[in-house]
């Protein structure tokens, strides 16, 4: 996992040279024919990118995106209505049955379907009409890292190409650069507080939230600490009632409309007893972590989680784990 996670500068760097004038195309035609609905499909770390691509999409294109309930199709059959939409899937793998069906059934019914996928030679990148392969390699442990941050960059070159949007995919070009920059940050503060932690609260807020969604999947996946992911403007709203001496909270407070937000919960928590793991920019003196950013903050969430998974690689050796093979897991999970 350490690795691999730290090798996805290089793939990135590979993935923004790949496949431009295939975005280009796919942008040109969304801005000519606009769809009427949005809706993406994925699973697992998979859904936070899509929910994240979700964000970008909503909040730069001003288009409603929703994600698919799947079994509404593969199980219910549901008489979805699809025609001029638009279905994003996002997958590693691209196998699993329930992402590929309803890509066919969307692209069948008349939608626009698009499929993220690493695995470019698999049903699912087969099944969607426009195929934009994430070029992450080969990853071999269980825990996605490298092709996460892949998909994450997918979803921002969509929406860059959507916009027609020079700025954007200028700071996409200098991500390779600040992804290995955020390799560096040193989070040993985070290993050592969670090392003897059986539970954990990660919050994000806006465009925050997919991070947050992603770290606490992985602390179950690769450290065994039951962690949940809440909205920094939910945890009022019934999570607080957790909250005691001592109980630990990782906190992202990336730059933009909701920092400021996420800062006063933070010193909230702390009052209440909570072991709050502050992380954020170096401009933020209160901070327990130092947050690494892009050239734009609409992109922050990638560098943020690039040094999320070496302080996790970190902690899950220091509970005794091998993140790259955890209990139960497989690679490819197939679901119906």
Known sequence: MLK????????????????????????????????????????GS???????????????????VASLPMSLVTLNHAPLQVRDALAIAVSQSGQSPDVVEPIRYFHAQGATTVALVNQADSP?????????????????????????????????????HWQDDAALLNALAQLPDALRAACACDWSDAVQALTPADRIMVVGRGIGFPLALEAALKCKETCAIQAEAFSGAEIKHGPIALIEEGYPLLMFA?????????????????????????????????????????????????????????????????????????????????TN
């Open 46 to 64: 998979s859904d936070h990118a899509a929910t994240y691509c979700a964000y970008l999409i909503m909040a730069r294109l001003g288009r409603i």
């Open 124 to 160: 699912l990148a087969s099944a969607a009409q426009w195929s934009l392969p994430l070029h992450a390699g080969v990853e071999s442990s269980v825990a996605a890292t490298k092709s996460f941050i892949a998909s994450l960059v997918a979803s921002a070159l969509l929406t860059a």
């Open 254 to 334: 990336i730059r933009g409309p909701s920092q400021a937000g996420m800062l006063a919960l933070a010193a909230e928590m702390r009052v209440r007893g909570a072991k709050v793991l502050l992380a954020a920019p170096e401009d933020v003196v209160e901070r327990d972590l130092t947050l690494p950013v892009a050239a734009t903050p609409d992109l922050d969430p990638i560098v943020a989680i690039q040094a999320f998974y070496v302080m996790a690689a970190q902690l899950s050796a220091a509970r005794g784990m091998d993140a790259d093979r955890p209990r139960h897991l497989n690679k490819v999970t197939k």
């Open 4 to 43: 691999e996670a730290r090798s996805a500068a290089d793939y990135v760097a590979v993935q923004l040279t790949r496949d431009q004038d295939r975005y280009a195309a796919l942008g040109a035609r969304l801005r000519a024919a606009p769809p009427a609905n949005i809706v993406t499909v994925a699973r």
